[in-house]
Structure formats: C-alpha cells, structure tokens
C-alpha cells in the first residue's frame, strides 16, 4: 500500500503541474460581448483565493496565478444587482506578497477577510495570517501576529466556524508531503491565535487536499473525495468534522443515492436556503471530463443527487476554481479556473433556481483578453522534479516520495 500511494502522490504531482502549466501557457480569450461593461476586471487566473462577504453580497477575490505572473490584488465582485460587476479595491496597509492556492474567509462578525497561508513558490508553503478590514470602501491590510505559529500550507480546507468564531483547517499540502492535521484559529479581535485540534473519530480520513463546505445547522465542515487518505487517487467517502467541541470529531458519513465518481481540484460550496452542499467540476487522472457534472448532497438525510441544469449555454469542465453561494441573490457563482488545454478563464457563471430545476446563466462582464508566454518544461532523473517556466513564473515541483503527516 505505501508503495501505490507514493506511485499516486508521485503521480498527482507530475499532473499538477502539467495542468497548471497549461493554464499558463494558453490563456482563455472572450468574445467582445463578455468584456467587463464600464470599469475593467481581473486579468484571468486560477488558484486564487475567494470570500463571500454577506454585508455587501459581493465577493472577494484575493491574488492567485494569472497568466503573466503571481497576484496579490484585491477585487469586489458586486452580485447585488442581480448581474455582476468588478470592482478593484486598493486597500491601505502593507501587502501580503503575492501567492497562489492561498486560503480565505470571511468573517462576519468582524466585517472582514481573513486571508492565511498559500505558497510563495512551487511546494514552498506560507503561514502568514492577514485581516482584510472591510469596514472602508477599498479595506484595509493588516498581519496577524499570534502567539502560536500556524502550520504552513498550501491547498488546505478551509472553512468558517460561525457557532464558535473560529476558522477551521484541514490538511492540505507542504512542499512534498500531504497533512492530516486539524487547526483552529480563534478570531476574537486582539486575540487571535492558532490551536491544534485533535478530534476523536475513528477511522479517520487521512490526509487530504480537498474542498469543504460549512454546515450551519448542525455546526460541522463536510467534504467528499480529494487527493489523499487511505486510497490515494480513489476516495468515494463522504466525511464531516463535528465542530461542536473544542477538538471536533470525525464522523464518515453514508449518503444514500449514487455517490459521484471520485475527484480532485473540484470545488464545493454550501445553499444555505436550501441545506445542501453542492460540487461541480474537478478532475480524474489528467483529463477533464467531457462534460462537467454537479451534485447535491442534503444535509438533512443525506443523499447524493446528480443536477442536472438547463441553460442555451453552460460552462465547461474546469478545475481549481471559485465556488461561492450568493445568499442574497439564494444562487451559485462560479469563477475561473482552468479549462483542459486552455489557460485561466474569466468567465463568471450563475446557477439560479431551486433545487433540481436548476439553470445556468453567464454574467457579464466576463475578463480582459490576456496573450500567454510559452516556456519551456523539462524533467530532471536526477533531482526528481519537473521544471517550468510559463507566462513569467517559473516553478519547481518535487516528486519525491513524500511523508505523510
């Protein structure tokens, strides 16, 4: 078993970077219909790092990997009229550097972002803690200083935990190891500070790279799939992290229906009108499915149903993209990502109506053209690890066998 979970480890490597690679490399362009209507837009990206800010129903989108470089920008996507529209805000303070597969979350007892972790560089993982003070039109930065250090990572699930103001961590990724590891972080003003959890449950799922949502009514994260735990590659679970105590516990859950086909770099997100978590997207080995699929899991019984949404035109299979649910306008956002073979996207996608009757509707504006850099790829025996320079950024990615923690 440890030698196939090293083979897999070694395997989701080598595809993420060639994935990532691509996006670089060949940047999505729009048709001049979806180009923003007054104002401008993020130039496309991928990995980026996205909150629902409820105040203002808009969301807010921090930094990532446009096709040119590495980001730490700020923008405000407005949802309240119904349609949507940028808005870049430049807030006061120091920056946090730029990065990619950063985290994010927003606070609303606070009015306010909290942005943590992500990597600087291929496999080299942050564990900085910022607040995005929201009370000001453009926020404000400020670094986070607590007195416990947080564990550093990149691609770790996130989620808000309203019932005990607190963000949750699970997992995620380290140069070449994957984590199991379970960290809270308290968000009292001027006291906030890191916690290692240790949740009770048996089994467990191991260590992961996935994405989470938070279940408000019954105070849990909830997840399915990912890269990781006991089978590598071919996760079909379903797990929640009752959040009810201080060190939470682990609870495998069985939904009844047909669960969906096993993936990573999908994205999840929670209706809160309707108590359910959806999934869209992902990906299996290195291709994309041909056509994306959607699914809803209700957390009240819970059970898988595959969506099935109308709409003239609908959005492609993609991965490492934004999910978030608009409370405001009871509706799913999706943006960006990468596409199979194309670079980040733009585009920003509407899934409206009520549960099984579901219909996509693309939102204008979409994002600015932007022409990719071709770089060169190459594959070193020696240092076991692949090299790539794309669009300005050039990356490392180490295959070795990696330590589970």
Same mark, same amino acid.
């Given at each position: 078993?440890?030698?196939? =979970? ?29 180009? @923003? ?12 790092? /996205? ?11 921090? %930094?990532?990997?446009? /096709?040119?470089? +590495? ?35 927003? !606070? ?62 699970? &997992?995620? &990724? ?19 500070? *890191? ?6 449950? /048996? ?17 849990? $994260? ?19 992290? !009752? ?60 059970? *898988?149903?595959?969506?099935? @949404? ?23 956002? $999706?943006?960006?990502? %990468? ?11 509407? =899934?409206?109506?009520? @549960? ?19 770089? @060169? $790829? ?10 790539? /320079?794309?669009?300005? +950024? ?12």
């Amino acid at each position: 078993m440890d030698r196939f =979970m090293n083979l897999t480890m070694v395997f989701f490597r080598l595809a993420a970077v060639l994935v990532f690679a691509a996006m670089l490399q060949n940047p999505t362009r729009l048709s001049a219909a979806e180009q @923003p209507l007054g104002g401008s837009a993020p130039s496309p990206r991928a990995l980026e790092a /996205s909150a629902y800010d409820s105040n203002r129903s808009r969301m807010i989108m921090i %930094g990532g990997a446009s /096709s040119e470089r +590495i980001e730490n920008d700020v923008w405000a996507l407005d949802l309240s009229s119904g349609s949507a529209r940028w808005q870049k805000l430049e807030p006061a303070g120091s920056l946090p550097r730029p990065r990619i597969w950063s985290h994010a979350i927003y !606070d609303s007892a606070n009015n306010r972002v909290i942005s943590y972790g992500g990597a600087i560089a291929s496999n080299f993982a942050v564990n900085d803690t910022w607040s995005l003070d929201l009370t000001t039109e453009d926020g404000e930065w400020t670094q986070i200083r607590p007195p416990t250090a947080g564990p550093a990572r990149y691609g770790a699930t996130v989620v808000y935990d309203s019932a005990n103001q607190r963000m949750i961590v699970f &997992g995620g &990724g380290q140069g070449g190891a994957l984590y199991g590891d379970v960290w809270s972080f308290g968000l009292v003003p001027g006291s906030e500070d *890191w916690t290692r959890m240790r949740p009770s449950g /048996s089994p467990t799922p191991g260590q992961r790279q996935v994405t989470a949502a938070y279940d408000p009514e019954n105070n849990r $994260m909830v997840f399915y799939s990912g890269f990781g735990g006991e089978r590598g590659f071919f996760n079909i679970d379903t797990w929640s992290l !009752d959040l009810s105590t201080d060190d939470g516990a682990w609870i495998r859950i069985q939904p009844s229906g047909l669960s969906p086909i096993w993936r990573v770099w999908h994205s999840t997100t929670y209706d809160t009108v309707n108590k359910r978590m959806i999934i869209y997207g992902g990906i299996a080995f290195i291709s994309l499915p041909e056509k994306p699929d959607a699914f809803n899991l209700s957390v009240e019984q819970p059970a *898988w149903v595959q969506l099935a @949404p109308t709409g003239d035109t609908q959005p492609g299979p993609r991965v490492l993209f934004t999910l978030v649910f608009d409370s405001a306008g009871q509706r799913m956002i $999706m943006y960006g990502g %990468g596409q199979d073979g194309q670079g980040p996207t733009g585009d920003i996608w509407a =899934m409206e109506g009520p @549960p099984r009757s579901e219909t996509w509707r693309q939102l204008v504006p979409g994002a600015s053209a932007i022409v990719g850099n071709y770089g @060169p $790829m190459a594959y070193s025996l020696s240092e076991d690890a692949l090299w790539v /320079s794309a669009g300005g +950024i050039s990356l490392e990615m180490s295959l070795d066998n990696p330590n589970a923690k």
